[in-house]
Each structure stands twice: as C-alpha cells, then as structure tokens.
C-alpha cells in the first residue's frame, strides 16, 4: 500500500518561501508520477507541478513557473516543493499525489498525502 505523508507548510508574509515534503512509502519515487495540488477555499482544484521522477522533469502550472521548483530526494523516497515568491492567491491547502500514466492527467494520482496549510499574508 503506497502512503504519502506530508510536512511543511505554515502562514508566511508575501514574498515570502516554503517548502513541503512529501514522504513516500510502499513503492519507489522514481517509478512515479508525483503531482502537487492545492486547494483554496471555495474553488476548484488546481494543478500545481507534476513530475515524472525517472527523467527528472516537471511541468508546472503557468502561475506558479519561475516561483515554484520540485526537487527529489530518491534515498529518502521524498519529493519536495519549494514554493518562492509567495502571494496571497498562492494561499491554499496543498497536496502531494503519487499515480502512474501520463503525469499532466490529474485522474492518474490515486494516492494522496493529508494535505499541508499554506498561508501567505502581510
């Protein structure tokens, strides 16, 4: 059973940095597609960055390229966001997701961390 676990995460001023792990168990980051989420209240999910761990190559959301980067840590079986540049509209709950398939197709994640609170405000 793959579990992901999520860390990182808090309320920093814009303009601001963070980041959030996200620990995988039961199978091995570089088989999978890891995508992050996140959710604000009162709209709909949004894509964040997936990543195709193998070839160490991410797609990221066109608000969020340039500020957001994800790393990975294969020992570990972690996988990283670092979310720079923060602004309000980044605030939201972030998730981490582990599937298999075609990265960018949001239906292939079926395992989901717990979710981590980012708050960006002055």
């Known amino acids: 059973q793959v579990q992901l676990v999520e860390s990182g995460g808090g309320s920093v001023q814009p303009g601001g940095s963070l980041s959030l792990s996200c620990a995988v168990s039961?199978?091995?980051?570089?088989?999978?597609?890891i995508g992050w989420f996140r959710q604000a209240p009162g709209k709909e999910r949004e894509t964040v960055a997936t990543?195709?761990?193998?070839?160490?190559?991410?797609d990221y959301t066109a608000s969020v390229k340039g500020r957001f980067t994800v790393s990975e840590d294969n020992a570990k079986n972690t996988v990283y966001l670092h979310l720079n540049s923060l602004k309000p509209e980044d605030t939201a709950m972030y998730y981490c997701?582990?599937?298999?398939?075609?990265?960018?197709?949001?239906?292939?994640?079926?395992?989901w961390g717990q979710g981590s609170q980012v708050t960006v405000s002055p």
């Open positions: 990543s195709v761990i193998s070839t160490k190559t991410t």
């Open positions: 997701a582990a599937g298999w398939g075609v990265c960018w197709t949001s239906s292939i994640y079926k395992y």
């Open positions: 039961g199978d091995s980051i570089s088989t999978m597609c």
